[in-house]
């Protein structure tokens, strides 16, 4: 599976957007970019995936390029809750690897 | 049900102690995982369990025995462990063993099952 490359930590101000990006210039593809988060103390959460096109649903949006050698997670009203570390993961088999992951903290 | 259920949430034992973590789902999905996480770290996987046969073991020690009774039961059996294995311990379960897309692969975790050997 390819490997992820995301920046450590980012911080955006609640009520904005945040913008976080990946970069998974190895995929694959038959592999699928999934973005996880993990709020402080608990397990991983789902967040979307996606292959080639744009992705929407009610936390997200998943934003690939042509090329797919990248992507974008968008959380369009960011709020302190979101505050957490997420995961973008680029596989297509079962077996998920978690790699470091961007630590956001949204500030009031 | 939409949910992973793990206990205990948080088990103390000595180096000597035998114990278990148990993992419960009721959403019907056929592949159930371990994983371990260390503070400020990621999730490791350990194990994969594919209609209750072990399909994956990550060259986990054998002081850590998994086990799968049923589709909805995993267990993770806890022997002469030691101080460094004390971690968050968390289960999660997906439809079944996908190739990803299509939802097939959409992991459900836990809350995870804190470990502290002493």
């Known amino acids: 599976d390819a490997k992820t490359t995301q920046p450590t930590s980012m911080d955006c101000a609640e009520g904005r957007a945040a913008n976080l990006p990946c970069n998974h210039s190895?995929?694959?593809?038959?592999?699928?970019v999934y973005w996880y988060r993990q709020i402080h103390s608990q397990g991983p959460q789902y967040i979307i995936h996606?292959?080639?096109n744009n992705e929407t649903n009610e936390m997200a949006s998943l934003i690939i390029t042509e090329d797919r050698k990248s992507s974008t997670l968008i959380l369009p009203h960011a709020t302190l809750r979101d505050t957490a570390v997420y995961y973008c993961?680029?596989?297509?088999?079962?077996?998920?690897?978690f790699g470091s992951g961007t630590r956001l903290l949204v500030r009031p | 049900d939409t949910e992973v259920t793990q206990t205990p949430k948080h088990l103390v034992m000595g180096m000597t102690n035998k114990k278990s973590l148990k993992c419960e789902q009721h959403?019907?999905?056929?592949?159930m995982y371990w994983y371990k996480q260390k503070a400020k770290k990621p999730p490791e996987l350990m194990f994969v369990?594919?209609?209750?046969?072990?399909?994956i073991n990550e060259s986990v020690p054998s002081r850590f025995s998994p086990e799968c009774p049923n589709s909805s039961l995993l267990n993770l059996h806890l022997h002469a462990l030691q101080p460094e294995d004390s971690a968050l311990y968390l289960c999660?379960?997906?439809?079944?063993?996908?190739?990803?897309?299509?939802?097939?692969?959409?992991?459900?975790f836990g809350a995870g099952s804190r470990l502290t050997v002493l």
């Open positions: 190895t995929i694959s593809g038959n592999e699928y």
């Open positions: 999660a379960s997906s439809p079944s063993r996908g190739t990803g897309g299509s939802g097939a692969n959409v992991l459900t």
């Open positions: 993961i680029a596989y297509s088999s079962y077996k998920l690897i």
């Open positions: 959403m019907g999905h056929r592949a």
């Open positions: 369990y594919s209609y209750e046969k072990l399909s």
């Open positions: 996606g292959l080639k």
